[in-house]
């Protein structure tokens, strides 16, 4: 199967989602609801949406509550890229102005809050109290991502414990959450549930690690914005600390370029260069596929339903190989 | 019954739930613990939790929903007011520097999120579903009103109807809310929270319009900041709008000091004392007592809790005559 084949068949669906999606962020007021329609149209690739489709199919995927849960990812993924842009400083997310770059902070800070009361309006139709427990956990987990990703920016002291929680919250939780939230809202048991969650996890994982291996080795055409752009931001990831960790003079030169961001952009240059020429985007790389090999062993623990073991499994190659 | 004699009355109540707000906002994260902290230390007087309190008494004030949705609510309280401090750009509440004063707007976003969060997931342990709805519904008009507040802010062409909404949504909701919530947690009939929900929809109103009174007419240390700040921020409360409504003089100078917030503090000055000798101010107290009157109208007609019925009275008299 590739991945063409899994959204064509899951077309109906995901466009029922795109249509809720529309309608969740209608407002009448006009700023917000351009602010949020730019979100939507940006679209990527719903991949939180599409996973909640999948897991669905180990239980019965006709239900209400499995669109429901499936918007709701999306919203609360989409709320909380806009508060993301504001910690990152960011002004183009996959090649446009963002929130914040269009208007400003505050306004960013609203849109993401309104978009996420109308992610937590459509959670309040959920009947299962057990998908209510686990979207609030996820809730409260991914606030404190957004909480220690500024306490850690340009700081070069960290450990490998610090990254791997730093993106279990900022990717991996709301995607093994999309997994577990499309299996109860079928109505699975909720031990089948936490192994998709396991399953999402992991390839969550892999997925951000991913990211932040193609934010040295992608072309800023492909990126959408310069390379290196996370050190920049000082966001150390992981292609950065394992260079750090495995050579002083990159770690002289990328304390000295943190402490002044303000440096000329050749020095910026040089440490990106260096880094990305260090073995540390093959460690990353490494890394990344032990999470994948994770899931893949997951999935060939679950009981039958061929189609979505099938999906679910080339979603998992595809992360492993994309290149953008 | 006094006010002293209500708190007295529901003392255990109350420290149990302060308790649980400190519990709540703990957190391995020490700036935004002690931001958090610092919110919870500087107090107010934990209206919304009493109300949930003394309208649970139409039901069964034991259950233990009560306490979270007390906890609830004020935890919303709060994550609001850390957001809404970003959008009145205020640097001072009760006398004390706010989050975004202390730290800055983007460190006051992720404290709102945190709390906010902390507030969701223990909504997630309410059983009964209207009460997920009526939150919900509440959070989304929560949001809406953040963002309608900054459009409105420093424009002059508003009618009572835009004023109404800024205050219902501001505060009128959440009070509203916290009555209703009380009421459903207690096992109340549906019916029954919405009477008390409109109780606390008119005193809210009442509330709020106090509060844009008191902007005017209290002493800076009164207030804990300087006198006539809402208009200074740009935001148009009853006082300036009944004013700029019945002279053109005073419209012609409020909408020139607008025009240039710089402008030196003598016009600032000039233009609230105009204001606030305009006859704004007793109009606008006339309108604080209709929705006070509205609201005792609903305890008459309330079946008997005599307790509750008599504090909730006391309440409804106390807004109508304090003084800061």
Known sequence: ???VQIYNQQKKNLSVIEKELRRSVSSDHPMIESAAADLIKAGGKRIR???ALLASEYGDPKRQDVIDAAVTLELIHMASLVHDDVVDNSDLRRGQPTVKAKWDNRFA???GDFIFARAIERISHFENAEAHRVISKVIRDLSLGEIEQIKQLFHSEQNLRCYL???????????ALSCQLGALASGCTFMLSR????FGYFIGMSFQITDDILDFTGSEKELG??????LRNGNLTLPTLYAIWANPEIRK????VLSDPEKDDKAWRQVIHDIRFSGAIERSEQLSRRYLEKAMKILSDLPDSKRATAALK???AYIGKRRN
């Open 109 to 111: 800070m609203f849109t």
């Open 314 to 316: 080339e979603i998992a």
């Open 49 to 51: 949406p599409l996973l």
């Open 225 to 230: 914005k310069p390379a290196g752009s996370d």
């Open 1 to 3: 199967m590739t991945l």
């Open 195 to 198: 192994r998709l969650y396991y």
């Open 253 to 256: 030169k990328v304390d000295s």
């Open 165 to 175: 929680l730093r993106i279990k919250r900022k990717t991996a939780l709301l995607m």
